[in-house]
């Protein structure tokens, strides 16, 4: 364990963070777990966001699999929790490395001992770049392997390696409805910025993001990714002439398409003999009940998830919302303590799962959010007589399914894992900044 690791352990909790008890004396992030609190049970501050520890563990021992099934490797995209607990234990557990959006990111994870490391942006110009030398220059044992898409962006990668002392390896990113090269003229420019600063900048493999080509129709969809994984296949044949002996990366891979990156990638990796396919999935591993259950959902559709006979719906979701009802002000509506600041909401609205009453947990089936403001959050609760339930009174607590993780764990200083029996077991810092 790094010293900035064992360091966060002892860093102090108390009732400013949300979840916490008020009144809670300070105590070490390490401590948390002796406490046994349970939110079904009303020991903690609500709203509280909880990891399921057994449902996470489940999902990486199942992703991580699927990686060796495929002989591709992972850099979980860390930007997701922005936890450095996690990002090392995953690492720990098998992942090749980390993947970080910027700069801020790079630097925790540095500090908490990943140091190989996917920069999955561009940065921006020299400034940034001489920023991101300063960094290197702290952490001399750092692997970072930054994207470029522009001869700029190369200009911007070579002052950092001037502002560190020591070579930088290159990503040439392809790519088409974000960032990236959109043909071969790009392409060659980005080659030719990368040879003009030899011991600076070493070329270092292809990278590329599928999820920016989706569409709202799968036959579209999966043409478009098709396109992009055979002039990423391109490129990477262009960087392998300019760099005959070197050990070069593809990279691609979210949460969603990483199926057809695999099939479209993964030959020209084993063909080379000497690349390895990283995927860069990061969301998968908390899963959720919205977007991601959509996701993996057609995956299986499209028998995309092959794994010695597991299939993509054996992913759980591991985050939870907790929240109490506040106020029952008319029929039909209950307003529990939860809003925007609280969870995502840009591509779906939480869904109720359990009310938990005096120790018991009922079905929260019909029940609906209809709209979130800042802290409240408004649910529909259907009409007739109690059924599982549902004459929900102030003071039930309504445990609720998220979507999106990576717009939700950004809303909260500390996550809380909960163990089989739905105690919290530990608490994760998280550095959003």
């Not at 401590?31 to 563990?57: C, H, K, S």
């Not at 001037?162 to 088409?176: F, K, Y």
């Not at 995927?279 to 908390?286: E, P, T, V």
């Not at 399914?401 to 029996?421: E, M, Q, Y």
Request: proline share 6%; glycine share 10%; hydrophobic share 50%.
């Amino acid at each position: 364990m790094s010293m900035f690791l064992d360091a966060l352990l002892d860093s102090s909790l108390d009732d400013s963070i949300r979840g916490v008890p008020p009144g809670t004396a300070p105590l070490r992030l390490r401590d948390v777990g002796a406490q046994g609190w349970r939110p079904a049970a009303g020991d903690m501050a609500l709203p509280v966001l909880t990891l399921d520890e057994d449902a996470f563990a489940a999902n990486r021992d199942l992703i991580l699999a699927y990686a060796r099934h495929h002989g591709v490797a992972l850099a979980p995209h860390a930007k997701t929790p922005m936890a450095p607990q996690i990002a090392s234990g995953l690492v720990e557990a098998g992942a090749w490395g980390a993947t970080v959006a910027n700069l801020q990111q790079a630097a925790v994870l540095l500090r908490a001992g990943v140091t190989r490391l996917i920069l999955g942006n561009e940065i921006g110009g020299i400034a940034s770049g001489r920023r991101l030398g300063a960094l290197l220059a702290a952490h001399p044992d750092a692997d970072l392997h930054a994207f470029a898409d522009s001869p700029a962006a190369v200009e911007t990668l070579a002052a950092a390696a001037q502002t560190s002392g020591r070579p930088l390896a290159v990503l040439v990113e392809v790519g088409a409805g974000r960032g990236g090269a959109r043909d071969r003229a790009a392409v060659d420019a980005i080659l030719a910025a990368v040879l003009d600063h030899p011991g600076l900048l070493i070329l270092d493999g292809v990278a590329t993001y599928e999820g920016a080509v989706a569409t709202s129709d799968p036959a579209g969809t999966a043409a478009n990714i098709a396109a992009l994984m055979e002039r990423t296949a391109e490129a990477f044949a262009l960087v392998r002439a300019l760099a005959p002996d070197r050990p070069l990366l593809l990279t691609a891979g979210g949460s969603a398409f990483f199926d057809m990156v695999v099939a479209g990638l993964a030959p020209v990796a084993k063909a080379d003999g000497n690349a390895t396919l990283v995927l860069r999935s990061g969301a998968i591993f908390f899963h959720d009940h919205g977007t991601y259950e959509r996701a993996l959902g057609a995956l299986d559709a499209r028998q995309g998830f092959a794994c010695g006979g597991a299939t993509a719906a054996d992913f759980r979701p591991a985050l939870r919302l907790w929240a109490e009802v506040l106020t029952r002000p008319e029929p039909g509506l209950a307003i529990c303590g939860f809003g925007m600041r609280d969870s995502s909401f840009d591509q779906d609205l939480p869904r109720p799962l359990r009310i938990h009453r005096d120790g018991v947990a009922l079905p929260a089936d019909g029940l609906r959010v209809t709209r979130l403001n800042d802290q409240h959050a408004f649910v529909a609760v259907p009409a007739g007589p109690d059924r599982a339930g549902h004459d929900l009174a102030v003071g039930d607590i309504v445990e609720f399914g998220i979507s999106h993780p990576c717009t939700c764990i950004d809303r909260w200083r500390v996550l809380f894992g909960l163990d089989a029996d739905g105690r919290v077991c530990r608490a994760y810092r998280t550095f959003f900044g």
